[in-house]
C-alpha cells in the first residue's frame, strides 16, 4: 500500500482521513510526497 507525506503528516492510500489532508494540502498549496519511492517524489 502506498503512503503519503503532507506536510508533516503520513496518510496510506486507504485511510479515511487522507482525503480531507489532500483538500488542506491544496488550501495550503502543498504537494503530497508519494513515499514508494527513495528519495519521495511529489
Known amino acids: ?3 503519503f507525506r503532507i ?3 503520513t496518510c496510506d492510500e ?3 482521513e487522507l ?3 489532500l ?3 491544496f ?3 502543498q ?3 508519494c513515499l514508494c519511492r527513495e ?3 511529489t
Open 1 to 3: 500500500m502506498r503512503q
Open 7 to 9: 506536510g508533516e503528516r
Open 27 to 29: 488550501e495550503r498549496k
Open 31 to 33: 504537494r503530497p510526497l
Open 23 to 25: 483538500e488542506q494540502a
Open 39 to 41: 528519495p519521495p517524489t
Open 14 to 16: 486507504g485511510a479515511p
Open 19 to 21: 482525503q480531507s489532508a
